[in-house]
């Protein structure tokens, strides 16, 4: 299922509404009180939106260090305003910044962020548990029409070391989880190892739901929960573990026979030099010369 928008948002219904709110708000104060109070400046927050947003197809992780930390600083504010009356006029600044990406979304980008909570669930599930938007930032709870996940969401990446659980979304007390895997069927999926098995049962969870996100697509694996002890198990870790013994074991060979090599040129050399000494007389031999008549 393509991840195009299936929300709209109509910028030119906004901005009759945001010139009234932001010349009344200009800086708004959230929480506590007096010295203790936090003061959020939307219009600083619309100028570093901008900003973030010529970056939009580009990873979260690779953004230059400036822009990493400005991109913090809008998630935290997110955070911190996301119980309060101010959450959705933050919610309707980003989508306003941010509705004119129309390219299909990435995962772990900044548009994604933004914008992946307005995307296309697959069938039968909850919005808030999609790759894209479990982790995103989620529409003020006014939204009737969006449903939060009530299951946990993890994304198995891909690494040069294997494969890591990403944590995207938790939900206490549910021992369900939607797992994303980058294949586009079970076939071809090689399977957990038994360490990612441990950290799921240490999570609590019993029951998985396995999709595959592929080429902006999802695919239905399992065909709803599972048990988590009927999942696909890939056989790498004891073989991996075989072959580091194998190596290291290896290794101690070579460095043994190493050092008894250098310990026997070390002696013999040692004991060459004994018998030449002993052997070599340094006076002048003096011939006797005799007349033969």
Same mark, same amino acid.
């Given at each position: 299922?393509?991840?195009?928008?299936?929300?709209s948002?109509?910028?030119?219904?906004?901005?009759?509404?945001?010139?009234?709110?932001?010349?009344?708000?200009?800086?708004?104060?959230?929480?506590?009180?007096h010295?203790?109070?936090?003061?959020?400046?939307?219009?600083?927050i619309?100028?570093?939106?901008?900003?973030?947003?010529?970056?939009?197809?580009?990873?979260?992780s690779?953004?230059?260090?400036?822009l990493?930390?400005?991109?913090?600083?809008?998630?935290?504010?997110?955070?911190?305003?996301?119980n309060?009356?101010?959450?959705?006029?933050?919610? %309707?600044?980003?989508? #306003?910044?941010?509705?004119?990406?129309?390219?299909? !979304?990435?995962?772990?980008t900044?548009?994604c962020? =933004? /914008?992946?909570?307005?995307?296309?669930?697959?069938?039968?599930?909850?919005?808030g548990?999609?790759?894209?938007?479990?982790?995103?930032?989620?529409?003020?709870?006014?939204?009737?029409?969006?449903?939060?996940?009530?299951?946990n969401?993890?994304?198995?990446?891909?690494?040069?070391?294997?494969?890591?659980?990403?944590?995207?979304?938790?939900?206490?007390?549910?021992?369900?989880?939607?797992?994303?895997?980058?294949?586009n069927?079970?076939e071809?999926?090689?399977g957990?190892?038994?360490?990612?098995?441990?950290?799921l049962?240490?999570?609590?969870?019993?029951?998985?739901?396995?999709?595959?996100?592929?080429?902006?697509r999802?695919?239905?694996?399992?065909?709803?929960?599972?048990?988590?002890?009927?999942?696909?198990?890939?056989?790498? %870790?004891?073989?991996? #573990?075989?072959?580091r013994?194998?190596?290291?074991? !290896?290794?101690?060979?070579?460095?043994?026979?190493? =050092? /008894?090599?250098?310990?026997?040129?070390?002696?013999?050399?040692?004991?060459?030099?004994?018998?030449?000494?002993?052997?070599?007389?340094?006076?002048?031999?003096?011939?006797?010369?005799?007349?033969?008549?």
């Amino acid at each position: 299922m393509p991840s195009s928008l299936n929300k709209s948002f109509n910028p030119n219904l906004y901005d009759d509404y945001t010139k009234k709110r932001s010349l009344r708000n200009s800086r708004l104060t959230v929480k506590g009180n007096h010295d203790d109070a936090i003061k959020v400046n939307m219009h600083e927050i619309r100028s570093t939106l901008k900003k973030l947003y010529e970056y939009a197809g580009d990873k979260i992780s690779s953004l230059p260090k400036d822009l990493s930390l400005d991109f913090k600083s809008i998630v935290a504010q997110a955070e911190m305003l996301r119980n309060s009356d101010y959450y959705t006029q933050l919610w %309707d600044i980003c989508q #306003e910044v941010f509705t004119h990406h129309n390219k299909e !979304l990435e995962p772990f980008t900044v548009a994604c962020y =933004f /914008l992946g909570c307005m995307t296309k669930s697959p069938d039968g599930m909850e919005e808030g548990c999609t790759l894209l938007c479990a982790g995103a930032m989620s529409p003020p709870s006014c939204e009737d029409e969006f449903s939060y996940c009530s299951k946990n969401t993890y994304w198995l990446k891909k690494t040069r070391n294997g494969n890591v659980l990403q944590i995207m979304g938790e939900c206490q007390g549910s021992s369900q989880a939607y797992i994303y895997v980058n294949y586009n069927c079970l076939e071809s999926f090689p399977g957990f190892q038994k360490r990612d098995i441990a950290i799921l049962t240490d999570f609590g969870i019993t029951e998985v739901h396995l999709y595959g996100y592929y080429n902006n697509r999802y695919y239905e694996l399992t065909g709803g929960f599972i048990s988590i002890k009927v999942l696909p198990i890939c056989d790498k %870790d004891s073989s991996s #573990e075989r072959n580091r013994g194998f190596w290291l074991a !290896l290794c101690v060979l070579v460095i043994i026979i190493i =050092f /008894l090599i250098i310990w026997y040129i070390w002696r013999n050399g040692l004991d060459k030099s004994d018998v030449e000494y002993l052997s070599y007389d340094p006076k002048p031999s003096h011939a006797e010369m005799r007349s033969v008549r």
